[in-house]
Nanobody
């Protein structure tokens, strides 16, 4: 059974930091690309950042220099360190796991598994 579980969300003031974790099981984590998405109220879900199985990373422009994605294959966990948070970062953050190979690329991904999401609220 595949399990994908996020943790680490919460409320923080603008300029603060949070670290999200995503622990996954039930598939070959070390061979899988992983991603973080977010969805704010009334907005579409958007890809925030992703990390490939070999450590290549992607960041959307609005988070470059503030967010860092990393992975620990021994723990089957991917992290999202978020610094200098802004009110516009407020959203539900979702971990996406195991990018599909067919019909999907690293920059235009389709993921097989998703977590339940964790709320991040940044107050200004």
């Amino acid at each position: 059974e595949v399990q994908v579980a996020e943790s680490g969300g919460g409320s923080v003031q603008a300029g603060g930091s949070l670290r999200l974790s995503c622990t996954a099981s039930g598939f070959s984590f070390d061979e899988s690309d992983m991603g973080w998405y977010r969805q704010a109220p009334g907005d579409n879900c958007e890809l925030v950042t992703s990390i490939s199985s070999d450590g290549t990373t992607y960041y959307r422009d609005s988070v470059k220099g503030r967010f860092t994605i990393s992975r620990d294959n021994a723990k089957s966990t991917v992290y999202l360190q978020m610094n200098s948070l802004k009110a516009e970062d407020t959203a539900v953050y979702y971990c996406a796991a195991n990018r599909r190979v067919s019909g999907s690329t690293f920059l235009t991904p389709s993921y097989a598994y998703w977590g339940q999401g964790t709320q991040v609220t940044v107050s200004s």
